[in-house]
T-cell receptor, first 114, second 114 residues
Framework: KAGVTQTPRYLIKTRGQQVTLSCSPI?????VSWYQQTPGQGLQFLFE???????NKGNFPGRFSGRQFSNSRSEMNVSTLELGDSALYLC?????????????FGPGTRLTVT | KNQVEQSPQSLIILEGKNCTLQ??????????LRWYKQDTGRGPVSLTI?????NTKSNGRYTATLDADTKQSSLHITASQLSDSASYIC?????????????FGRGTSLIVHP
């Protein structure tokens, strides 16, 4: 079974631009979560989507948004990029939403904002 | 102060030796505690998931312990291998405002030398 895939793997954007990242979960998985990883803050939870609805949300500004499609694929959007948004963005999929489901992470998208 | 503290920040051991990584947390109420292994350039991989009622959980050479009273967890690695070189991340799933929020430690970087 194929793992979680994320596209693109690397991205360079300019301050003020917006960016959209994509995540395809493991087949049969209906929950997708997004995370930001930086050297300074470590891993931080952004949000989780299940059945096209946002179920949980971390403490990030409204510039960070996401959505999930009927095939469970998910996209994350960051508007008005700031230098501090440079990070590795990871998505993880699980069978369903809930604190006890195993999460499987993708390889991440490395975003650099200049 | 980070709500999930891991120690040591980094650790170097010789192949074949055992080691123990620590995780102390202040967040509550918590649903479960997880340990992840993250190889350089890759997404985290789950090692163990423990609820507050579990004291010990093993996964091969990895054994996690949890003391919910003192809010401490440890990850013991037995007979280390070169492939154990990675970052080990402790995650506490916190119930907050009706949502389950993963709260991450900064990780312990483990290097295993031959």
């Amino acid at each position: 079974k194929a793992g979680v895939t994320q596209t693109p793997r690397y991205l360079i954007k300019t301050r003020g631009q917006q960016v959209t990242l994509s995540c395809s979960p493991i087949s049969g998985h209906r929950s997708v979560s997004w995370y930001q990883q930086t050297p300074g803050q470590g891993l931080q939870f952004l949000f989780e989507y299940f059945s096209e609805t946002q179920r949980n949300k971390g403490n990030f500004p409204g510039r960070f948004s996401g959505r999930q499609f009927s095939n469970s694929r998910s996209e994350m959007n960051v508007s008005t990029l700031e230098l501090g948004d440079s990070a590795l963005y990871l998505c993880a999929s699980s069978l369903a939403s809930g604190p006890f489901y195993e999460q499987y992470f993708g390889p991440g998208t490395r975003l650099t904002v200049t | 102060k980070n709500q999930v503290e891991q120690s040591p920040q980094s650790l170097i051991i010789l192949e074949g030796k055992n080691c123990t990584l620590q995780c102390n947390y202040t967040v509550s109420p918590f649903s479960n505690l997880r340990w992840y292994k993250q190889d350089t350039g890759r997404g985290p991989v789950s090692l163990t998931i423990m609820t507050f009622s579990e004291n010990t959980k093993s996964n091969g050479r990895y054994t996690a312990t949890l003391d919910a009273d003192t809010k401490q967890s440890s990850l013991h690695i037995t007979a280390s291998q070169l492939s154990d070189s990675a970052s080990y991340i402790c995650v506490v799933i916190v119930l907050s405002g009706g949502s389950y929020i993963p709260t991450f430690g900064r990780g312990t970087s483990l290097i295993v030398h031959p």
